[in-house]
């Protein structure tokens, strides 16, 4: 396994984290799926890895826990020997006017969105290889500012701020930090209560006429941990199809 690329993908058992471990270990790298409470989804994923040929492992862990980012590096280590890659893909967007907005809502989108990812690249300092790479999301919602996504917007404009500071204090490990920005994707994330009307809406403010799919954020993924992309470091890539 030494030769072998290790990447811990978080919020891996649906949507585009199930795309991006497929797609990553269709590049020969091995996967930690990581799942919160999906373990039927989680488990298929392992297997549609398996059966075309990757290496692929499930492992529970909600990354609002204080202890989860340790659970998934040694996960990691004792399945495959280390850690290469880190994507910092699971998150939680909760809609709502800030005047409407609870502590319990703020609290749980600071604690997933914000400090879970957090945990895990403090983590991965320790712990990632040399030459390693880390791959935040954050969302283009940071930009278009639109009501109703205060909270979500917040916790990603952090992560973009670490994003940016972070590869400044790895640099002599050679590892590289980079976040993307996704526009609208057709995930249960973004589509659950929402009626017809206003996806169709939101499809129209896209040049292109579509909303995103989760092979659109893999593909760039799959750029960013790859050795073709080692002089990108420290940025933020909108892929949105140019919404804004």
Do not use: C
């Not at 990812?117 to 278009?144: H, Q, W």
């Not at 920005?181 to 929402?194: I, M």
């Amino acid at each position: 396994m030494q030769n072998t690329k290790v990447a811990i993908v978080t919020g891996a058992s649906r949507g585009i984290g199930a795309e991006i471990a497929r797609g990553l270990a269709a590049d020969g790298i091995a996967v930690i799926v990581n799942y919160s409470r999906s373990s039927e989804q989680a488990d298929a994923v392992v297997a549609a890895i398996s059966a075309a040929g990757g290496k692929a492992h499930a492992v529970q862990a909600n990354i609002a826990d204080a202890d989860a980012a340790q659970t998934l590096f040694t996960a990691a280590e004792n399945t495959f020997g280390k850690v290469d890659i880190l994507v910092n893909n699971a998150g939680i967007m909760e809609l709502s006017a800030i005047s409407a907005t609870d502590d319990d809502s703020f609290e749980r989108q600071i604690a997933i969105n914000l400090t879970a990812p957090f945990r895990l690249m403090r983590e991965a300092t320790k712990r990632l290889s040399e030459g390693g790479r880390i791959i935040n999301f954050s969302s283009s919602v940071v930009g278009l500012y639109q009501p109703q996504y205060g909270v979500y917007a917040a916790t990603k404009a952090a992560v973009e701020a670490l994003t940016h500071i972070l590869p400044k204090e790895l640099g002599s490990r050679g590892i590289t930090v980079n976040a993307i920005a996704p526009g609208p994707v057709a995930t249960d994330l973004f589509l659950n209560g929402k009626s017809d009307e206003l996806v169709e809406r939101i499809k129209n403010m896209n040049p292109l006429g579509r909303l995103g799919e989760p092979q659109d954020i893999m593909q760039v993924v799959r750029f960013l941990v790859s050795q073709e992309s080692g002089w990108i470091n420290g940025q933020v890539i909108r892929v949105n199809g140019g919404v804004i």
